[in-house]
């Protein structure tokens, strides 16, 4: 048994957790899931099709950028969000890794 994570959790999985925790949210999970493939939206956007009001979902919408799940760019006075592809992809490939390796 490892006991050198019983104080300390690794930096890399600290990052993860923030994921698993932003998408524990099954409003969030919709939000992530109203994005096609490469597509930037705004609030506005997403509330549209959303049935939480435009506040509720800019919360969403903070928290999910906040774990590292979407990537905010300011537009004029807009803010667009995209999902974050690159740091996903490497969190849920260390977790495979993991996974792969000691189970």
Request: charged residues 25%; without cysteine; proline residues 2%.
């Amino acid at each position: 048994m490892k006991s050198d994570y019983s104080q300390a959790i690794p930096s890399a999985w600290q990052a993860m957790s923030k994921i698993f925790v932003a998408l524990g949210d099954e409003h969030r999970q919709r939000i992530l899931l109203t994005f096609e493939p490469g597509e930037r939206l705004n609030v506005g956007q997403i509330a549209e099709v959303s049935t939480l009001a435009r506040s509720t979902v800019s919360h969403h919408l903070k928290v999910l950028r906040e774990a590292g799940v979407l990537i905010s760019e300011r537009e004029g006075k807009e803010i667009y969000f995209r999902v974050n592809k690159r740091f996903l992809e490497t969190s849920f490939n260390r977790v495979t890794s993991y996974l792969a390796t000691y189970l």
